[in-house]
């Protein structure tokens, strides 16, 4: 079946060291997304990216980066942890079909920032 | 710039009871609204999907309604059970394949 994949799930990590989190799918998606999780703001959008190449920023999108280098992959780089990143990240993937999109989430990655 | 609110924010009902969760939008421009199932430290799960164009979409004992005009739509769960206990996301599709998202309603069905 197919599917979409996050790792690590759980990590912990130190103010100004770079991290990187993946996300893999198997759904041969062209478009991809990064969402962050906190309370009291629901997911919001971090980058997305329609295919291999192309990236692009959301509405968080501050102190992130992503690459597309082929269409199963959207790793998300946190270039130097800073402690208001201590979030949930979802990974999701979607192609849209006619009218009909639909979005599939990963299981998420809680990082903490310390 | 599109906002999405849920309320109420938390719900506790004992069994058996129908309820009824609310969502609303403030750009009627939306291609689509989808309510999604999250289980505590779980990523999401899809229940419905509805069309701009269409009225509601049923699933089960679940339904959801959307009035694009007024900017509302409800999720109505019939005949709840202790594992419908989860927290309740909407999110409207906008231009560009992106989703916004309310904050979502927490649920707890008490047996």
């Known amino acids: 079946d197919a599917e979409i994949t996050q790792s690590p799930r759980h990590k912990i990590t130190e103010t100004g060291r770079q991290v990187t989190l993946a996300c893999h799918q198997t759904?041969?998606?062209?478009?991809m997304f990064w969402y962050r999780q906190d309370l009291g703001h629901g997911l919001r959008l971090i980058h997305y990216?329609?295919?291999?190449?192309?990236?692009n920023k959301g509405e968080v999108s501050d102190g992130y980066s992503v690459s597309r280098s082929n269409t199963e992959d959207l790793p998300l780089t946190l270039e130097s942890a800073a402690s208001s990143q201590t979030s949930v990240y979802f990974c999701?993937?979607?192609?849209?079909?006619?009218?009909?999109?639909?979005?599939?989430f990963g299981p998420g990655t809680r990082l903490t920032v310390t | 710039k599109q906002e999405v609110t849920q309320i109420p924010a938390a719900l506790s009902v004992p069994e058996g009871e129908n309820l009824v969760l609310n969502c609303s939008f403030t750009?009627?421009?939306?291609?689509?609204l989808q309510w999604f199932r999250q289980d505590p430290g779980k990523g999401l799960t899809s229940l419905l999907l509805?069309?701009?164009?269409?009225r509601e979409q049923t699933s089960g004992r679940l339904n959801a309604s959307l009035d694009k005009s007024s900017g509302r739509s409800t999720l109505y769960i019939a005949a709840s059970q202790p594992g419908d206990s989860a927290t309740y996301l909407c999110?409207?599709?906008?231009?560009?394949?992106?989703?916004?998202f309310g904050g979502g309603t927490r649920l707890m069905v008490k047996p």
């Open positions: 999701a993937s979607s192609e849209p079909s006619g009218t009909f999109y639909e979005q599939y």
């Open positions: 759904w041969n998606h062209n478009n």
């Open positions: 990216s329609y295919g291999v190449h192309d990236t």
């Open positions: 750009d009627s421009a939306i291609y689509n």
């Open positions: 509805i069309q701009s164009s269409q």
């Open positions: 999110a409207v599709r906008r231009a560009g394949n992106m989703l916004t």
